[in-house]
């Protein structure tokens, strides 16, 4: 009967071995707990930042050649400042579209005929563009820019729909998305963008 007693009592060994591994399991359960909640915060903190501050956009078309290519992938910075030169991101209607801000608001617009720009009388250098030309334009010129509101042109003219056309027309500050900051696809066009 002795002998049946001791086969019942678990050896101390298989206890200490069982312990061990449901401690194991417990630990391995925060650590993925902690894991997949870290995760879900960064990526909801990512989603912010992006929506709020930094929206990140694709270019589609060619009426920011040279300066962006079709299928880059930019950074914006959402501000409510906007130079001459920088360009901004806005939206039209569902489409989002991105120009460069020539004139703020107030100031006067002439385009001559070789596609030179005159903001109130005095030429643009704007040593982005490779080659010149008016475009299409259904504006009378010298034209005044609304107050609050921008006028954007493309790079390239010669394809670009911007302030030039009534379809467009003048950018009012709240229809822009930012200013666009940093390429960051694809790689080889990594930086800031100019």
Excluded at 125 to 153: H, I, N
Aim: negative net charge; aromatic residues 10%; proline residues 4%.
């Amino acid at each position: 009967m002795k002998q049946n007693a001791k086969k019942e009592i678990p050896d101390i060994s298989l206890l200490k071995a069982e312990l061990k591994r449901e401690r194991y399991k417990s630990r391995y359960r925060n650590i993925l707990w902690n894991t997949v909640c870290t995760l879900v915060v960064v990526a909801a903190l990512a989603v912010l930042i992006a929506t709020l501050w930094m929206p990140v956009l694709q270019i589609y078309g060619s009426s920011m050649t040279p300066t962006l290519e079709e299928g880059q992938i930019v950074v914006a910075v959402k501000t409510s400042e906007f130079g001459q030169g920088d360009l901004a991101a806005f939206y039209i209607g569902n489409k989002l579209l991105v120009k460069r801000v020539v004139a703020g608001p107030g100031d006067w617009v002439d385009i001559r005929a070789d596609g030179t720009v005159l903001v109130n009388g005095e030429e643009q250098d704007e040593p982005y563009l490779t080659e010149k030309t008016a475009g299409e334009s259904d504006l009378e010129y010298p034209y005044q820019v609304p107050e609050s509101r921008y006028f954007l042109l493309g790079d390239n003219r010669a394809t670009s729909v911007d302030s030039r056309n009534s379809a467009v027309g003048c950018i009012a500050g709240e229809q822009i998305a930012g200013k666009i900051w940093l390429c960051v696809w694809p790689f080889s066009d990594f930086g800031r963008i100019d």
